[in-house]
């Protein structure tokens, strides 16, 4: 069942950071409490950076078995590993390396330096998630960009609805760098909850056009098979 987004409004950006970032602990904790296993789809961005340094400043994150927690990306820059635009060495500096994760259950995007082409990596990607029984993920988070994109699913870009596969190579970015791989729409919304954390009054009409349902936009189609959460700052809430 996919279930209409809900739209929870905090004073500013840090507060959408902090309140991230304990309702995320809390939901891994509780998913481990069921089960031996959580899978959590990590994003990049201001906002998302800042939910990943709250979360491991946390005292909630010392009750948490790190070692059964798997982490995933929605999106990555196809550039050479240490390049500073790598979503996954923001999180590295922000939140794993200050946690007592495996290394095994940490599931980068492939890089310039051990591909040859997006596509290889895309596919690379792919076949990963296959391996772990392509987990309906936990708890998936996207930022907004003020194009309406998520992950790296932009406005009238081919690969927005691409079907049939978990991760695609996007070409063209219309935000810097231009190649990069992303999990498809399909892939995003098999996740048991989808969360867009959004802040900032540059995102307020971008905010309301993806709850409005601009079908232009693609954070108006995610969703998750369980709960979608909004998570936003004032600024961002201003026209809905």
Avoid at 106 to 124: D, V
Avoid at 131 to 140: K, R, T, Y
Avoid at 211 to 225: E, I, M, Q
Wanted: charged share 20%; glycine share 10%.
């Amino acid at each position: 069942m996919v279930t209409m987004p809900d739209v929870i409004v905090y004073a500013d950006p840090d507060d959408v950071a902090q309140a991230t970032a304990a309702r995320l602990l809390v939901r891994i904790g509780d998913v481990l409490a069921h089960r031996g296993r959580a899978d959590i789809v990590l994003t990049g961005g201001t906002v998302g950076i800042a939910t990943l340094e709250a979360a491991a400043a946390s005292p909630l994150a010392a009750g948490i078995d790190w070692t059964a927690v798997h982490i995933w990306w929605g999106d990555e820059r196809f550039v050479a590993d240490g390049d500073p635009d790598r979503n996954e060495g923001q999180a590295q500096r922000a939140l794993l390396s200050r946690l007592p994760l495996a290394e095994d259950t940490i599931h980068r995007m492939g890089s310039t330096s051990g591909f040859a082409s997006a596509e290889a990596a895309a596919e690379s990607y792919a076949t990963e998630i296959a391996a772990n029984g392509s987990p309906a993920f936990d708890v998936l988070m996207l930022g907004l960009g003020p194009d309406g994109h998520v992950a790296s699913l932009f406005p009238g870009h081919a690969g927005y609805r691409t079907a049939g596969a978990a991760a695609i190579a996007v070409h063209d970015s219309p935000k810097p760098p231009p190649t990069r791989v992303s999990l498809t729409l399909e892939a995003i919304n098999r996740a048991a909850e989808v969360w867009v954390v959004a802040a900032g009054a540059a995102k307020a009409d971008v905010v309301a056009g993806c709850l409005y349902g601009d079908a232009d936009l693609p954070g108006s189609a995610v969703r998750g098979t369980d709960r979608t959460l909004w998570l936003i700052d004032a600024a961002a809430a201003t026209r809905i």
